[in-house]
């Protein structure tokens, strides 16, 4: 809280090391869709209805600015509504990313798997949005803030939770060893060099 009648002392910037981040944000069935990305001119809403297959998301590294998560709601085309967590990020550079479905059809199990190439140049994404239900990784902040209420986040536009709901937000972010359940990925911008697109029976996971 801001101190009335006098001058507060420059602070320095709070941070956290990396270090080891497991969590069940949401203790239910992850559903979702495949990779969904759009282009557009100013704020573009994460807002749409997601398919009822399961989606995996991983990546080797994951840096960049603004960074907020907060409690919401997905929802399915059938209209059923899902709790998830959205983490959302302003712009980052994202090593080796890779989203993979599974598919049942007539013909058997297939998985869907969307990747860049591990060893080119970083994917680069804008505005980069998930639905998660679970994430795994190693983690680094600066600037980080704990317990904002989430109607109040700002360090990403366009991306705030309910007032009263509990919200996190931090200036700079550096992800390692990432493994995410989601129902959605959104980006209002997305460039990929080497970008592999595979659909078959013996095609892996991403993991």
Partial sequence: MRSRGRRRRPQPRPSIRPRRFAAVLVPSLALGGVLAAAVGQGALAASFAVSGRDMKVSADRIEGTGYVTYPSVARSADGTEHAVTVLAVKTA????????????????????????????????????????????????????????????????????????????????????????????VFSSSIHVKGLRLAVGRDEAECF
């Fill in 93 to 184: 550079r994202v090593r080796a990313l890779c989203q993979s479905s599974v598919l049942d059809t007539p013909l058997g199990r297939y998985v869907l798997r969307l990747s860049a190439a591990p060893d080119g140049p970083p994917v680069r994404v804008s505005d980069l949005a998930l639905s998660a239900t679970s994430i795994d990784a190693d983690l680094g902040f600066t600037s980080l803030q704990l317990n904002r209420d989430a109607a109040s986040l700002d360090a990403v536009p366009g991306y705030s939770g309910a007032p009263g709901h509990y919200g996190i937000q931090a200036l700079g972010f550096a992800v390692t060893n990432v493994r995410v359940r989601s129902w959605s």
